[in-house]
C-alpha cells in the first residue's frame, strides 16, 4: 500500500514594512486635513478706544491672526463725535474661506481741563455824587478762552447814598468753575446843595446828581440857562415878567395858529402871575382844602412857574372839564402830541408826582424851548425836568 506524497509549500512571508508606511500615509493625510481645517484664531489689541476723529484701520484692532491671513486689513472706521463702531475684522482661512469676527471700538471727546479763568471788561474805577443813581454793570462783561459767555457780578458792600470810598470786586466764574476777580473803585461823593439850612437858595454853581450845573445867582436858580421853579427853588418876591415872555408868546402864537390849522381851538386861562396874585390863590386854596392837599395842586408864592411868565393853563384850569367836555379833551390831546414841537413841555405830567411835587395837570405847559422839549417829550412818555437835570422838588421850610 502506499501512501500519497504530500508537497511541502513554502509560506511566503510578509513585509511589515508596508502597512507601516501606510498607515504613517494615512495619518499624514489626515493631519494635513485637520492643518487645513483649523479655524482662525484672531487675537485682538487691547487698545479699542480712539479719540474722535481717528482713522483707525482694521489692522490696527489685531494683535496676531493665526490659521488664516487677514483679509481686510486696510478697511478703517472713523467717528466725528463720540460714540461706538461696530469693526468687522476678515481672516481668509487655509482653504481660501472667510471667517469674520466683530469687535467694539469706542471714540471719545478728548477733554483738554480747563484752567483759564474769564476775562471781565469792566471800568476800574466809578465815581458818583451822593444819592446819583449809577448802574455799576453798565457795559461789564466777562468772557472766557473757550468764547463762553460768563455772568458777571459784584463782591463787597457799597451804598450810593453814602459819602465814602469803596473798595469792591467785579466776579466772573465759567462753566469750569474758574474764577476771575477784577477790583473796583467806587467813589461817592458828597452832594453839596444849592440851601442854607434853612432851605434858603446859596448863590454859587452845584453839580446835581445827574451832572448838571445848577447856577444860583441873585436868589434865583437856572440849569442850563433855564429858570428852575417848583417846591425846592423859589423865584425872589421882585421877581416880575410880561403876561409871557417875548419867547414864550412867539412860540405860543405859532403854536396856536398850528392848532388851528387842525381843527383845535387853544387858550391861555393863565399866565404870568406874581408873587402877590400867587400868594392870595394859594392861601384861599388852603383856606378851602387846607394846607396838605392844597400843596399838592398849587405852590406857595415863590415856588410857581405862572411867576416866570413861561407857565401856562392852556384850555382850562378844571380837571372834571379836562375829563368830560370833548372839546376841551381834543384840544388838550393835541397839544400832549405836538406842544413839543414849539417848545412846550407838560409841566405835570401823570404819574410822576413823585418827582415833581403836583398832581397830573395835563392843561400846565411850561416853555423851555424846542431842544429841550423835544427831548422831554420822550414820544409821549413825558420827562420831567427834575428827573431830567437830577434835582428835587420838595418844601424846606423856607418861604421867600
Not at 405830567?349 to 395837570?361: A, L, Q, R
Request: hydrophobic residues 40%; glycine residues 8%.
Amino acid at each position: 500500500m502506499s501512501y500519497p506524497r504530500y508537497r511541502k509549500v513554502r509560506r511566503k512571508r510578509r513585509n511589515p514594512f508596508i502597512p507601516a508606511v501606510l498607515i504613517a500615509f494615512l495619518l499624514v493625510i489626515l493631519g494635513a486635513v485637520l492643518f487645513l481645517l483649523q479655524e482662525p484664531v484672531i487675537v485682538l489689541s487691547d487698545q479699542v478706544k480712539f479719540p474722535v476723529g481717528t482713522s483707525v484701520t482694521v489692522r490696527e484692532l489685531v494683535l496676531e491672526v493665526q490659521n488664516g491671513v487677514l483679509f481686510n486689513g486696510e478697511e478703517s472706521i472713523c467717528r466725528t463725535e463720540a460714540g461706538t463702531e461696530r469693526a468687522v475684522i476678515q481672516v481668509k482661512n487655509r482653504l481660501g474661506g472667510i471667517y469674520e469676527e466683530s469687535v467694539t471700538v469706542t471714540f471719545y471727546e478728548i477733554v483738554i481741563p480747563d484752567t483759564t479763568p474769564p476775562v471781565i471788561t469792566a471800568p476800574d474805577s466809578v465815581e458818583i455824587l451822593e444819592g446819583q443813581s449809577v448802574d455799576l454793570m453798565q457795559g461789564v462783561s466777562a468772557v472766557d478762552d473757550s468764547g463762553e459767555v460768563c455772568s458777571v457780578a459784584i463782591s463787597g458792600e457799597y451804598d450810593p447814598a453814602v459819602p465814602g470810598v469803596y473798595h469792591v470786586f467785579y466776579v466772573a466764574a465759567d462753566s469750569a468753575g474758574n474764577v476771575a476777580k477784577k477790583p473796583l473803585t467806587f467813589t461817592v461823593k458828597k452832594l453839596i446843595l444849592p440851601f442854607d439850612e434853612n432851605g434858603k437858595l446859596v448863590d454859587g454853581t452845584y453839580t446835581t446828581v445827574k451832572g448838571f450845573q445848577i447856577v444860583v445867582e441873585g436868589g434865583m436858580a437856572r440849569v442850563e440857562g433855564h429858570v428852575i421853579a417848583n417846591k425846592s427853588f423859589a423865584l425872589p418876591k421882585t421877581y416880575t415878567s410880561a403876561w409871557m415872555t417875548a419867547e414864550t408868546s412867539a412860540a405860543y402864537n405859532q403854536m396856536k395858529n398850528a392848532a388851528q390849522a387842525d381843527g383845535i381851538t387853544l387858550s391861555v386861562k393863565s399866565a404870568y402871575r406874581s408873587w402877590n396874585d400867587q400868594n392870595w390863590i394859594f392861601n384861599d386854596y388852603v383856606r378851602r382844602d387846607g394846607v396838605e392837599k392844597a400843596e399838592t395842586y398849587s405852590a406857595r408864592p415863590g415856588h410857581s412857574e405862572h411867576q416866570t411868565g413861561m407857565g401856562l393853563d392852556l384850555v382850562t384850569s378844571d380837571s372834571i372839564e379836562a375829563r368830560e367836555n370833548a372839546a376841551v379833551k381834543a384840544a388838550l390831546d393835541w397839544l400832549n402830541q405836538n406842544a413839543y414841537k414849539y417848545g412846550f413841555i407838560l409841566r405835570y405830567p401823570e404819574g410822576k408826582t413823585g418827582e415833581t411835587g403836583y398832581i397830573y395837570e395835563p392843561w400846565h405847559y411850561r416853555y423851555v424851548g424846542q431842544a429841550l422839549a423835544s427831548t422831554l417829550y420822550n414820544n409821549g412818555d413825558w420827562i420831567t425836568m427834575e428827573s431830567y437835570y437830577g434835582f428835587d422838588s420838595m418844601y424846606r421850610g423856607y418861604t421867600n
